[in-house]
């Protein structure tokens, strides 16, 4: 049998985005378009984005998470990294959860910025909200997916079932008067599973921290009327 227009689209995509052939299996199992591949090569102009073998790799593992993930219940949102979206007590993490949420980064090869290591705590705190990876912002030479010193980004998807859209409503409504924050959407993929949203700014990480935070303590949601 001859090489078909997918095949051959298929090879380019693994030529072009420097793909393992395992992230070519996790691409094909997760429906993904080859086309789609190519067009999330970060250019010159993205320094933040992730190249794209990374960003398969953690796509098909927040699948993977997401299929093992137990119902809900008390402990449903410790154990996907979520709290209710309320007033941070720190006394209700406790010091085995940081532990473990520790070791997944670790393990998934992603440590995080000092820097940026509060807002992607408090990212998570929402409920639906998972990041999967940031940059705190790096002096010069910076590698392909670094951001440049004074600017940061943050990459997370959105679980539905989790409470993940009001979740992003209530981080647009902190963010939206905010002209250095920007918030985008990634078209990369055929299927919902695919999307993914990036945080990028100018600036003090801590600055939108607290904001998040006492957005968090004092309404914890907008007002419908807003």
Known sequence: MGITTKDALWAEAKKRCRLSAEAVRMAKEMGLNPRSLIKNIPSPS??????????????????????????????????????P?????????????????????????????????????????????????????????????QAPEGHYWVNFNVDPSDGGWPSLQA??????????????????????????????????PSDLTARLQAFRATSGRPSPSR
């Not at 992730?50 to 154990?79: S, T």
Request: with cysteine.
């Open 46 to 83: 993205q320094p933040w984005k992730q190249p794209v073998e990374a960003w398969v790799r953690d796509i098909y593992a927040k699948q993977a998470r997401r299929k093992q993930r137990p119902g809900k219940g008390p402990d449903a949102a410790a154990h996907s990294g979520g709290v």
């Open 85 to 145: 979206c309320a007033a941070p007590d720190p006394q209700a993490i406790s010091e085995a959860q940081r532990s473990v949420e520790d070791s997944r980064v670790r393990a998934r090869g992603y440590p995080i910025d000092k820097n940026i290591a509060p807002l992607v705590d408090t990212l998570n705190r929402f409920p639906g909200l998972r990041t999967f990876s940031s940059c705190g912002g790096h002096p010069p030479p910076l590698t392909v997916n």
């Open 171 to 204: 981080l647009a409504y902190v963010v939206a008067d905010l002209e250095e924050v920007t918030i985008k959407l990634w078209l990369a993929g055929d299927t919902p599973d695919t999307i993914a949203f990036e945080l990028s700014a100018v600036g003090d």
